[in-house]
């Protein structure tokens, strides 16, 4: 059943996904271009979404392209396993 407050019945899942899927993105950026601050604020609000598992939740939320997605010689981005984060 859709929340009252929902607009497609599953914007939880969408937004977790959207985080997860732009924190793995921010980690793959030359250090110079990363905004650290918002990959902080993205694993507290995963956390606070997931709950006591939300890395792992988290890690099979996001959506990286693998190597095998890529085409025209683009590199692949990296996994990541939101191991470096408490």
């Given at each position: 059943?859709?929340?009252?407050?929902?607009?497609?019945?599953?914007?939880?899942?969408?937004?977790?996904?959207?985080?997860?899927?732009?924190?793995?993105?921010?980690?793959?950026?030359?250090?110079?271009?990363?905004?650290e601050s918002n990959?902080?604020?993205?694993?507290?609000?995963?956390?606070?979404?997931?709950?006591?598992?939300?890395?792992?939740?988290?890690?099979?939320?996001?959506?990286?392209?693998?190597?095998?997605?890529w085409g025209s010689?683009?590199?692949?981005?990296?996994?990541?396993?939101f191991e470096d984060?408490?």
């Open positions: 059943m859709m929340r009252a407050d929902e607009l497609t019945g599953r914007d939880g899942y969408i937004i977790a996904q959207a985080l997860a899927t732009t924190y793995a993105l921010i980690g793959t950026l030359p250090e110079r271009c990363r905004e990959r902080h604020d993205i694993a507290l609000l995963l956390r606070a979404m997931l709950g006591p598992d939300w890395k792992l939740k988290a890690h099979h939320l996001r959506h990286v392209l693998s190597e095998g997605e010689g683009k590199a692949p981005l990296h996994r990541d396993a984060v408490g």
